[in-house]
């Protein structure tokens, strides 16, 4: 502190690099000018390297002045950059300086070459901002080297396949005012590399002969570092001032890059969706486009499907389990003679920052090109009727147990078929057979649910054309006998509804006033099995038997109005010989 570097032992700087090995979660590396290593917590280090820079002491000097310095003794020149140990191959490791050298041991740091590229394809006193080790070929590393310091803001990549004694420049589609901060290889995808420049993300499937924009929704901002989730197959980029961004997606670049990259979305076709997590949660709270917070990832399965061009029928996404029985159906549907453009397909879907969490319907779209469809892991719904008040009560369809299932798009009379797999929350230790009479009961209780409810729909088209009927009969004729049956056709039609739902609710807070029924008991059951990823209680199987044997009691009471009462009622209009039109006399 105080002085130049030129008489400091070792020459550290802000971000000096210090990494795990990736064959020894025992083994650290930190680098300074030499590369020190650690094998227990970095209580001691060793040495093993020699100097890894060009060491120009004229470049060591005091910094600042003439009134006050700026000898900080972090801000020093001359020192190792990035570092990084090859993924194939222990003791093959990698150093890059931030005054322009490259060095590779493969020994462990016993040996170390000098594997700089010449002058004539790289710059002399260029930063290595940071190479990359093939995670396929213990020869092959990538270089991302940035000039913008010397007022060169062009894009600099280099590639080597054979321990760095070749090397060529890989930077064709990059605009030179797009310099390079960071370059990665796929490592599930061979060949397939991303680079992060200041101004956003390029793609490049194949092996940096080309490069494409992979902006998508990133804002325009300088990427300072990318990293790869090889499990989960994300792309996590860290940017300067906009925060962290992760691209959840990667198995679409990879079948993309399969199939010759983006010109591939051109084409009709259905990708294999990544594996999807049930996971716990959702609900919430949506927020304004405006809120300064991150976004969730999608709750569910995407599937990805490009068009070639706009379809002439109905675009159907079926889900099915692992035998081919359907489980749920999504229509993407033409606009219809006389329908307002776009009215036909399907409800809004809800905000893309919140895609599968919130109940909305997912909205099937037909664009040209590629398209994207989340699914909520949910059997159909439960039925529902207008005006329908519920406290607690879940009407949602089931969530479907982990195992393997289908994705089928149908369109233009073309089937694609894709399996994908939905696991398990990994921090849970529940098993398939308890997911498995979750879902049993849940289907159970939705079935039984939308039973009720279509019964109560039925109720109420029944009673509003007695209704009708009495109103119109008015004043006719044997009215007094038809007005009479009604009533009492309605009565015994009302008693049974109101013992299935709470007829009084108008508003939210009314089952604070008035009990709850059959139905509203049952939807809040549905929720208690569904809200956690455990097996129904025995609480929860005793609850479900005795409101199915009340609804089912009701139902039978209905059956039998329905049977009896309801021909009875219509054999005395018959009777009544009711006209089919009644024409009233002017008012006076």
Not at 38 to 47: F, K, P, R, V
Not at 152 to 171: A, C, H, Q, V
Not at 319 to 326: C, I, P, Q, T, V
């Amino acid at each position: 502190m105080g002085s130049g570097a030129e008489d400091i032992k070792y020459r550290f700087q802000w971000n000096f690099p210090i990494v795990f090995s990736p064959h020894d979660p025992n083994t650290l590396y930190c680098g300074a000018n030499v590369l020190f290593k650690s094998t227990n917590e970095g209580q001691s280090w060793e040495i093993i390297s020699p100097d890894l820079t060009r060491n120009d002491k004229s470049k060591q000097v005091a910094s600042g002045g003439p009134i006050t310095k700026d000898n900080t003794s972090i801000e020093y020149y001359d020192t190792i950059f990035t570092v990084m140990e090859s993924p194939v191959a222990a003791g093959t490791i990698w150093s890059g300086s931030d005054d322009g050298l490259v060095y590779v041991t493969r020994d462990g740091g016993k040996n170390w070459s000098n594997v700089t590229p010449s002058k004539d394809l790289m710059p002399e006193w260029i930063q290595i901002n940071s190479l990359d080790a093939s995670p396929f070929d213990a020869g092959t590393a990538y270089v991302a080297a940035t000039m913008y310091k010397f007022d060169d803001n062009k894009p600099y990549l280099y590639k080597t396949s054979d321990f760095g004694k070749t090397w060529k420049k890989i930077t064709t589609g990059i605009p030179d005012g797009a310099f390079t901060r960071v370059i990665r290889e796929d490592p599930n995808k061979r060949g397939l590399l991303y680079a992060g420049t200041e101004t956003g993300i390029y793609v490049s499937f194949d092996d940096g002969a080309n490069w494409q924009s992979m902006q998508f929704d990133l804002p325009v901002t300088p990427i300072t570092d990318l990293v790869i989730q090889k499990r989960e197959k994300e792309l996590v980029a860290a940017t300067q001032g906009r925060s962290f961004w992760i691209f959840d997606d990667l198995p679409v670049l990879h079948q993309l890059m399969d199939a010759g990259g983006f010109k591939a979305a051109g084409d009709s076709r259905l990708f294999k969706p990544k594996e999807a997590y049930r996971m716990p949660g959702g609900g919430g709270f949506q927020l304004p486009p405006t809120a300064t917070v991150g976004r969730n990832p999608a709750g569910g399965a995407v599937v990805y499907y490009s068009l070639k061009t706009k379809p002439t029928t109905d675009l159907v996404i079926e889900f099915l389990d692992r035998n081919g029985k359907s489980i749920r159906k999504f229509t993407g549907r033409l606009p219809r003679q006389g329908a307002a453009s776009g009215g036909a397909e399907q409800p809004a879907a809800p905000p893309a920052d919140d895609e599968g969490f919130f109940g909305a319907p997912a909205r099937v779209t037909t664009d040209v090109g590629l398209n994207r469809f989340v699914w909520d892991l949910r059997y159909a719904d439960a039925t529902r009727f207008p005006g329908m008040i519920l406290w607690a009560g879940e009407t949602r369809g089931p969530r479907i147990a982990p195992g393997s299932y289908q994705v089928k798009l149908t369109v233009d009379g073309k089937t694609m078929t894709e399996s994908f797999e939905v696991k398990p929350d990994p921090r849970l230790t529940t098993t398939g057979a308890d997911y498995a009479k979750q879902l049993d009961l849940a289907l159970k209780i939705r079935d039984k649910l939308t039973e009720t409810h279509n019964a109560i729909i039925q109720i109420r088209d029944v009673k509003k054309q007695v209704e009708d009927l009495g109103r119109r009969v008015a004043g006719q004729p044997n009215a007094k006998a038809i007005s009479d049956a009604a009533r009492a056709l309605n009565k015994k039609l009302t008693e049974v509804e109101e013992a299935l739902y709470q007829t009084r609710n108008q508003s939210s807070q009314d089952p604070l006033n008035f009990p709850i029924r059959l139905n509203n008991k049952l939807a809040a059951l549905a929720g208690v099995v569904s809200r956690a990823e455990t097996p129904p209680t025995d609480q929860s199987y005793a609850v479900y038997d005795e409101l199915a044997g009340q609804i089912d009691a009701q139902l039978q009471k209905l059956g039998q109005v329905m049977k009896t009462d309801v021909p009875a009622f219509n054999q005395l209009v018959r009777d009544a010989n009711i006209p089919a039109v009644v024409v009233k006399p002017p008012s006076p």
